[in-house]
């Protein structure tokens, strides 16, 4: 049976480990905010920004909620973007996603200051991850490598492979596996017998949006599996990517769902939210 990886711990430690330094901050005279931008009425957004908030709360960040209309226009929404930029108040950005359809995501992501781009979905930020020199990483993607160390396999060498190829968890997530060294192939729904891939992952990442996509036989013994698909089932519950009860039989290491990626989510926001404050304030 595969050991559990268990996100809410780790996650917990990486916000003690937030919590400790904005604590010293804040004795120096420097206050951290997130502004969190959310527009319309999305239930599922505003379950994600309300435990968002809850986090800042724990980890001593302030949390500035900025709501609109959906009906807002792109121009007032970059306006408001551009407000926050030059509110030297505001240490980082979110804009909750996904955004009514009239708005140009790309574009209001543009908008906000890579500097405060606590997402990091600023292609400014992607483009620095790509050659490694980097100020702020995906906040998905960088918390799967803390579970990945978690369970004390060095990544490097390892065969890694990433089911799904979206901008902010496949692709971000091959990237980070490669600048530390993995071998890493990234499959997709155009790839061609998926499981001779899967089948030879020493890390596999399933990230497809599809509930139990990843089954057993698609697994190799004893391989690290982490799940980031967050599906919700007609009764309510939450599935992940990965058939977790057979899966768990093969895997060495194994997230399940919830309680795996999510947690460590949140806790990256926390913890890039405090580096751009440092950043501001050359700390
Ligand atoms: P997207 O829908 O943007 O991307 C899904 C990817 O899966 C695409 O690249 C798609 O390929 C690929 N895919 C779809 N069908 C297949 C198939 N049959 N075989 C192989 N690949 C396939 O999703 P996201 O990346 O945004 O999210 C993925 C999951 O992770 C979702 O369940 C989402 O809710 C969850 N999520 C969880 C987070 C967390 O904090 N735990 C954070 C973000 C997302 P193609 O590109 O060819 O279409």
Redesign the pocket.
């Known amino acids: 049976m595969a050991n559990i990886i268990n996100g809410k711990l780790v996650a917990q430690q990486v916000k003690e480990n937030v919590r400790n330094e904005v604590e010293q901050l804040k004795n120096s005279g420097v206050d951290i905010c997130l502004a969190v931008v959310l527009v319309g009425n999305d239930p599922a957004s505003k379950v994600y920004v309300r435990n968002k908030k809850l986090a800042c709360e724990k980890v001593g960040i302030i949390s500035k909620e900025i709501l609109f209309d959906e009906n807002i226009s792109q121009i007032e929404l970059v306006s408001a973007i551009k407000d926050l930029n030059n509110n030297n108040k505001i240490n980082g950005i979110l804009v909750q996603l996904p955004l009514p359809k009239h708005l140009d995501e790309k574009e209001i992501i543009r908008s906000i200051d890579p500097m405060k781009d606590v997402d990091a979905f600023h292609p400014v930020n992607v483009g620095k991850i790509m050659i490694g020199e980097y100020d702020f990483l995906p906040?998905?993607p960088a918390?799967i490598v803390d579970l990945i160390d978690s369970t004390g396999i060095d990544i490097c060498g390892k065969n890694c492979v990433v089911?799904?190829?979206?901008?902010?968890?496949?692709k971000p997530m091959t990237m980070l596996l490669l600048n530390r060294h993995g071998t890493v192939t990234v499959?997709?729904?155009?790839?061609n017998n998926?499981i001779d891939f899967t089948k030879n992952a020493d890390i596999l990442v399933?990230?497809?949006?599809?509930p139990n996509?990843i089954t057993a036989d698609m697994v190799k013994p004893d391989a690290v599996v982490i799940d980031?698909?967050?599906?919700r089932m007609q009764d309510g519950s939450l599935c992940?990517?990965v058939d977790f009860s057979n899966v768990e039989k093969v895997a060495g290491y194994i997230t399940p769902?919830p309680g795996?990626?999510?947690p460590?989510?949140?806790a990256k926001l926390m913890e890039n939210t405090l580096r751009a404050a440092k950043k501001q304030n050359s700390i």
């Open positions: 906040c998905t918390g089911v799904g190829r979206s901008n902010i968890v496949g499959c997709h729904s155009k790839t998926l399933a990230a497809v949006g599809i996509f980031v698909g967050i599906n992940g990517d769902v795996g990626v999510g460590m989510t949140i």
